[in-house]
């Protein structure tokens, strides 16, 4: 998975050259609530200008529009929205994460630095004009566009999505095949609620899908902060090198050293220091809105029967997908993400 | 002792209490402050305030940078602790220009931070470009933003 959202991010980079842009809340109706990245939260107001790491949530009733910078983020209810960011050698690129609920992107022009979207199982890179993205409180994503193409990928796989074609992404699997949607007819409740009784008839199903998902972030994780450990040796050993050319050959001869190995490499290090928590955020993300409400679900469903094998056995499942999560990662997040 | 006598009493020793804690009391930094306020981070071992000195809602990294492993390990390496941030241009608070030099050959790094405050006078720093060439650039923008 990582080596695929790898290629995604840099073709995305590449492209992009973005740096991370804040969105601007342009209309709000009814619930809808802002948690700033250092935790504080409020009611989204006109005005308001959303920044990496925050989140919009909107209630039953209530829905949002952002514009950043030229691209329009309709916000229907019940969803939650968070401004991401990850970073490749040094160049930082904005990533919509929809985590729950649906949001229609439309860009005004494409410009080649769009940003990337996100759900709990599935990523986009953007060269459509408009689409919608419905993440299924499962974990499980739809994926519609109106005009332009959309490059839909998960675990590894990837399909391109032209206009008025759809995709559905089971959690923690590839996406299936494109379909032929009829434009603006998709029922996000309809088909949130089939993906949630899914999952209710077959818990323990649904919990092995989120395992899975879960595995990739923490594989990703896992890889990213060895390669971070491997970058940060190399860097001490580089920095040594500098210091002793300094020593030996004087200032320019090491200032072209710096330039050249020890500098590029700090940004590459750093880059991927930053990447580790991008993959934790992901994963945080489906532990909370997907793993945390089945598990709450099922909590409630056999609160009277705690003995019973089939809590148990959800239980041991459930637990085992903790445990991961803990070891894993929660040492990479800080108490304001929580 | 008079009331008469007690006030002015009174008043110097604010006064004294000011001066010598500084503008700081009352949230007042200045970019020069926040600057060296950032050096004393910088000089710790474990890096956990150096997050401080960065504006808790206009810098989106804010959190990210909470946790040093990834960050401040990589650009301020503690093998070269004592750094000195020399501050060499601050006409221009969103461009405040920063020499940093650390022990054992570090190799000089040269900072571009944009500074806005956050309350009255309290200035933080919201992004930090870096360049490896010289204190007029090229610059690597947003290494910390």
Redesign the interface.
């Known amino acids: 998975m990582k080596s695929a959202i790898i290629g995604f991010v840099l073709a995305l980079c590449a492209a992009f050259a973005l740096s991370a842009a804040p969105a601007d809340v342009t209309y709000t109706e009814g619930d809808a609530v802002v948690k700033t990245k250092a935790g504080a939260t409020h009611d989204v107001r006109i005005g308001d200008t959303l920044v990496t790491g925050d989140t919009l949530r909107t209630g039953s009733d209530g829905l949002a529009e952002l514009d950043q910078t030229g691209v329009t983020i309709h916000v229907a209810s019940n969803t939650v929205f968070t401004l991401m960011e990850r970073q490749v050698t040094g160049q930082p690129s904005t990533v919509l994460s929809v985590a729950l609920g649906s949001i229609k992107f439309k860009y005004g022009k494409l410009t080649g630095t769009e940003p990337g979207v996100r759900t709990n199982g599935a990523s986009a890179g953007v060269r459509g004009t408009e689409f919608s993205v419905y993440a299924g409180a499962d974990g499980s994503t739809l994926i519609t566009v109106d005009t332009g193409v959309v490059t839909v990928e998960s675990q590894g796989k990837s399909v391109d999505l032209a206009a008025d074609m759809g995709v559905d992404i089971p959690l923690g699997q590839p996406p299936g095949d494109p379909f032929t949607v009829q434009r603006n007819q998709i029922d996000y409740s309809q088909w949130n609620d089939s993906k949630v009784q899914a999952m209710l008839y077959d818990p323990l199903a649904a919990l092995d899908n989120i395992e899975t998902a879960m595995a990739s972030y923490e594989q990703d994780v896992a890889s990213y902060v060895k390669d971070f450990n491997d970058y940060s040796q190399q860097l001490k050993k580089e920095r040594a090198n500098y210091a002793d050319i300094l020593q030996k050959q004087g200032a320019d001869i090491a200032g072209k050293y710096n330039q050249d190995v020890v500098y590029p490499l700090m940004l590459k290090t750093l880059a991927l220091g930053l990447n580790v928590r991008y993959s934790s955020l992901a994963a945080l993300s489906l532990r909370r809105f997907v793993a945390g409400r089945l598990y709450v679900t099922e909590r409630v469903k056999y609160i009277d029967r705690e003995d019973s094998s089939e809590w148990q056995d959800f239980l041991q499942k459930y637990t085992i997908i903790l445990d991961g999560f803990e070891k894993m990662i929660a040492p990479q997040l800080v108490e304001a993400d929580i | 002792m008079k009331a008469r006598h007690v006030i002015p009493l009174i008043v110097i020793a604010v006064m004294a209490t000011l001066a010598l804690a500084g503008c700081e009391l009352f949230g007042f930094v200045s970019i020069d402050q926040r600057v060296s306020n950032f050096q004393a981070a910088l000089n710790t071992t474990d890096r956990t305030t150096a997050y401080e000195n960065f504006h808790?809602?206009?810098c989106?990294?804010?959190?990210?940078i909470?946790?040093g492993?990834?960050?401040w390990?990589?650009?301020f390496?503690t093998?070269?602790i004592p750094y000195t941030l020399t501050v060499t241009d601050e006409s221009n608070s969103s461009a405040v220009l920063v020499t940093a030099t650390g022990s054992?050959?570090?190799?000089t790094l040269y900072l571009r931070l944009n500074m806005q405050t956050t309350g009255i006078g309290d200035y933080r720093i919201v992004s930090m470009d870096t360049s490896?060439?010289s204190s007029s650039g090229p610059w690597?923008?947003?290494?910390i933003?």
Request: hydrophobic content about 20%; overall charge negative; aromatic content about 14%.
């Open positions: 808790p809602t206009l989106n990294d804010y959190n990210a909470k946790n492993t990834y960050t390990s990589t650009v390496d093998s070269y054992n050959g570090y190799p490896a060439t690597t923008v947003g290494v933003h």
